[in-house]
């Protein structure tokens, strides 16, 4: 169970996600816990742990809502901004994860508790 981050986990695929969900889950990492003074999350590679965590400590079924919460940020950046979610700048990353926390702009509450799993 135990994790030693990396410093391409971002770059390949996971032991649950894809490498564009890696990618994706380390640009949400970004904004969630941006960098200042100190490392940010997606410097020290929270996106991987998430990874490791969800494949050894969760169901099937956990997986596959943190996937498909993935899925559901990428489908509401390319309604909103006509591009996936990590080709949006930080402050449309930082405005699709705010709708998501107040249930707007075609977020439900299933999103919002799928949500919850990952954060």
């Known amino acids: 169970v135990a994790y030693n981050p990396k410093a391409n986990s971002a770059k390949t695929a996971g032991k649950i996600f894809n490498q564009t969900q890696m990618n994706q889950l380390k640009d949400i990492c970004a904004v969630v816990i941006p960098k ?13 742990f998430l990874d490791n965590q969800l494949f050894h400590c969760h169901t099937k079924d956990q997986q596959q809502q943190a996937k498909s919460i993935l899925m559901k940020i990428d489908q509401v950046a390319s309604k909103e ?13 930082y405005d699709l994860l705010t709708s998501l926390e107040k249930i707007q702009n075609g977020f439900n509450n299933e999103d919002k508790q799928n949500w919850k799993l990952i954060k």
């Open 36 to 48: 200042t003074k100190t490392l940010g999350a997606a410097e020290v590679d929270t996106h991987g």
């Open 81 to 93: 901004f006509n591009k996936p979610f990590t080709a949006c700048d930080k402050q449309q990353q």
